[in-house]
């Protein structure tokens, strides 16, 4: 009865908790609305999209998608680790996780200063002006991310730690919804249009 229990508490409790969940699902609907927003104005101005996309640097955006996929792998192993009790490896990953969201966010400013610098800024065209509000928005992310981060490092740490397996799994979900969201929108504004 209690294996029973245990897997309904699974089912309907999953890692982070439901509400992390509707956090997650609400953000990608609204990532989601603005793609949409940003394939259907492209079609109205292809040639303005496509020059506009050849303005961008896939280089920097394929460097960033690393930085964000290896960062998410060290988030899972960072979870792993706290689950065997294992604190010193779990510091560890979780440094590791923050470097690469600070690599990304280190190389996305470089990136934003040469557009500024080039005069493409959020009034220069359309697409421009989706690429800063999608940018930005997810730049927004992985900062409230590391932000999340750094507080389970420290709670971790304190000598009377309350930091719960919830916690992590929680702040793990939101940082790999970070690394979702560029997925989708790398290819979307470096590769497709």
């Known amino acids: 009865m209690e294996k029973t229990t245990n897997l309904n508490k699974n089912i309907y409790y999953p890692p982070g908790g ?6 997650i699902f609400l953000e990608l609907f609204t990532f989601g609305a603005a793609l949409l927003a940003l394939a259907y104005y492209s079609k109205e101005n292809p040639e303005e999209y ?18 964000l996929l290896t960062s998410g792998y060290f988030m899972a ?6 689950k065997k009790n294992e604190r010193k490896k779990t510091n560890q990953f979780l440094i590791l996780t923050m470097v690469g969201g600070l690599l990304f966010l280190v190389l996305k400013s470089i990136e934003y200063s040469m557009k500024i610098e080039h005069g493409y800024t959020i009034s220069y065209d359309t697409f421009f002006s989706f690429y800063w509000f999608l940018t930005l ?17 420290i709670g971790i740490n304190k000598k009377e730690s309350e930091t719960k397996l919830e916690d992590i799994e929680a702040s793990a979900a939101f940082w790999h919804m970070c690394d979702l969201i560029w997925l989708i929108l790398f290819p979307m504004l470096y590769l497709i249009l």
């Open 77 to 82: 192993r960072a979870v792993g680790f706290y």
């Open 137 to 153: 928005f997810h730049v927004i992310h992985v900062l409230v991310g590391l932000v999340i981060l750094v507080s389970i490092y």
């Open 18 to 23: 439901i509400l992390m969940w509707i956090i």
């Open 50 to 67: 496509h020059q506009s996309r050849l303005l961008l640097n896939p280089v920097f955006g394929t460097i960033n998608t690393i930085f």
